[in-house]
């Protein structure tokens, strides 16, 4: 239960860190609202044209007594919108992602260089297009796991009282580790951690992965809101693989970014007077521990 508040905690602080950098998160809002229009889009055309294609995918109905052919037209198109609204809420990280790559691994570096107590962020050395590639590939790998659960728990839902209780909690976890797997991604690739190491590395942590995800995943239900959590989404994934990794971490403002809102010092820093924290002034030790792995 401890690393269900642990995750947690990486999502609050993610959001935390994009407030105070506020151009690294107006440069993170750019993809996410590219994005946005283009679903908003597919779900306007399904809205819109949705019952034509059930009518066309279903002409053995045609012959039916009045009014079953209408009622069970009407029955698939809502189920059809219902399914393109979860699969967009699965998908809509992993396609965000993709199209904002050289926009979140610029904030996933800043965000690196920030907490890590010499200065410095791993670097992948590949070229943008090779980066491209590997993002490209594992998104798909991902979005076909996404959709076999989505197409499964959907079928499920057809259950009686399973199908209305369980099924519904399941989904969130489930969705909530895809979109945990999506955002750490971009901080683990420029490690050099593989796709099948990424998913043992959380599957090892899915207590700490459960608190990052799911209420996240909760909250991009929420129309538009996806859009402006992405950033710090991505600034708190990158904290939660630091912690799944070992890396030692602590509190910092980047200074090109303005630092703080109100531009004070950092709370307990050496400016008002207390040490900082992990300074070995006061005994304590940084915020978490261990070895950072080398390339």
Do not use: C
Request: charged share 15%; glycine share 14%; aromatic share 10%.
């Amino acid at each position: 239960m401890r690393d269900l508040g642990a995750g947690f905690g990486h999502l609050l602080k993610g959001q935390r860190w994009v407030a105070r950098h506020g151009r690294s998160y107006g440069f993170g809002l750019v993809p996410g609202l590219i994005t946005l229009v283009l679903y908003v889009g597919v779900l306007i055309a399904l809205a819109l044209w949705g019952e034509d294609f059930v009518g066309w995918a279903t002409p053995f109905a045609d012959d039916w007594p009045s009014p079953w052919p209408g009622l069970f037209r009407g029955f698939l198109t809502a189920v059809l919108f219902a399914l393109a609204l979860l699969l967009a809420v699965l998908t809509f990280t992993a396609v965000t992602l993709l199209v904002g790559q050289p926009f979140y691994e610029a904030l996933s570096e800043r965000v690196d260089r920030d907490v890590s107590p010499d200065g410095t962020a791993p670097e992948s050395g590949l070229p943008l297009w090779r980066e491209l590639w590997i993002s490209g590939r594992d998104s798909l790998r991902i979005l076909v796991r996404a959709a076999v659960w989505g197409v499964l728990l959907f079928a499920l839902g057809f259950v009686p009282v399973v199908g209305q209780t369980a099924v519904p909690v399941i989904g969130f976890f489930v969705t909530g580790f895809f979109l945990t797997e999506e955002l750490a991604a971009v901080a683990l690739q420029r490690r050099g951690v593989e796709l099948r190491d990424r998913l043992a590395l959380l599957r090892s942590r899915r207590m700490l992965v459960w608190g990052f995800g799911t209420p996240l995943g909760v909250s991009f239900l929420v129309p538009f809101v996806a859009v402006f959590l992405m950033p710090g989404a991505v600034a708190g994934a990158t904290l939660l693989a630091r912690e799944l990794l070992g890396e030692e971490t602590r509190d910092g403002h980047d200074p090109a970014d303005g630092g703080p809102a109100d531009g004070g010092p950092a709370e307990g820093g050496p400016a008002d007077g207390g040490p900082a924290e992990g300074d070995p002034a006061d005994g304590g030790p940084a915020v978490s521990s261990g070895p950072a792995p080398t390339r």
